[in-house]
């Protein structure tokens, strides 16, 4: 039976006692993501620029389980406001380039705290 160990991001942890992911075997899922600064602790206002910190931070997320976003097989995207959409189309065309080869992807609007307008969950297979 494989064996699950958690990750946890830096500047990023959630207020409730659970991580920021968890891996079992070649399974990444994360948490909530958001687009805040991990090194100033911030969350930008701007949408593109909180767009940007939130594929940076899916990225490190990446990384520090083992892979990088190419493994991301799944993404739900969770918008405070649907005006923001194109925010994050942006950003997920910049992380994801090739039409042809992207991971499959849900958005939906959601009650967000914090100043947060994008959250996102992962599933990704190493």
Partial sequence: MA???SIE?????????IPN??????????SAISG????????PENPDEQAEV????????????GGTPDNI?????FLKDEK?????NKAWIK????????PARHALTAEIRGGLLFQVELIAVL
């Fill in 9 to 17: 991001m830096h500047g990023l942890a959630h207020g409730a006692p």
């Fill in 84 to 88: 923001n959409r194109d925010s994050i």
């Fill in 36 to 43: 805040k600064n991990t090194e100033t602790g911030k969350v």
């Fill in 73 to 77: 097989a799944h993404m739900t995207v």
């Fill in 54 to 65: 939130l594929f940076r931070n899916i990225h490190k997320f990446m990384e520090l389980a």
């Fill in 95 to 102: 992380m994801f380039p090739d039409e042809h080869n992207r």
């Fill in 21 to 30: 992911g968890a891996k079992i075997g070649n399974m990444v899922f994360s």
């Fill in 3 to 5: 064996k699950r160990t």
